[in-house]
């Protein structure tokens, strides 16, 4: 949704390619393009800090202001230096509130297991269909006390008012297993105990 915190002041830019969007990173701005709704691609220049902070939350949206024309946009598109991790350009998408938008949706796990266990996120994001404007920061899948075999599918958890599920249903999102390691232990234990039976048999 849109408010007072993702309000951006956007400038438009006339100054295309690698050098200029140089230029534009080393004063601490962001070069962005605009597209959507079949009008062409507008290329602008975004405040470096305020939309970094901002790209933290996954899915956001920002609340342009281009030059006194306000502009409702989704960041679909994050292209970072995969060294540095400085952010080098952006993509967005124009939408309008009220519209449906299919999205990534990441996916946290609350909670301790059965003792024993892990759980195993099969996938970190779900595809969501949602309102633009009411775009979910995250789904949450409670695990506590679930047992060895426990299976969380996509159709097994309520979504958010607005969003509909965009993936197959049956899709494992979440798996409860004992790790490899302690049942190798266990095994190791069980064939020494029984080493020692045979033993004490043997005696």
């Known amino acids: 949704m849109a408010d007072e915190s993702n309000k951006v002041a956007a400038e438009l830019r006339e100054s295309f390619g690698k050098g200029a969007a140089r230029k534009i990173r080393a004063v601490g701005k962001i070069p962005a393009v605009i597209y959507g709704h079949g ?7 975004l405040p470096g800090h305020q939309v970094s902070l901002l790209l933290r939350k996954a899915n956001a949206v920002l609340d342009l ?3 006194g024309t306000a502009s ?5 598109d994050v292209q970072k230096d995969p060294v540095s991790q400085i952010i080098e350009h952006l993509d967005l998408i124009l939408i309008r509130s009220g519209e449906k938008v299919t999205v990534e949706v990441p996916v946290h796990i609350e909670g301790e297991p059965y003792s024993g266990t892990i759980a195993m996120l099969e996938v970190s994001t779900i595809r969501l269909e949602t309102e633009a404007t009411h775009i979910p920061e995250r789904i949450v899948i409670d695990v506590t006390d679930a047992a060895e075999g426990t299976q969380y599918l996509a159709k097994d958890f309520d979504l958010p008012a607005g969003s509909s599920l965009a993936e197959d249903e049956d899709l494992l999102i979440v798996n409860i297993a004992v790790p490899a390691s302690a049942r190798a232990e266990d095994e190791e234990t069980a064939a020494a105990e029984a080493a020692a039976d045979a033993d004490q048999s043997a005696e």
């Open 39 to 45: 009008s062409d691609p507008v290329h602008i220049t």
């Open 65 to 67: 202001d281009i030059d």
């Open 72 to 76: 409702l946009a989704l960041v679909k």
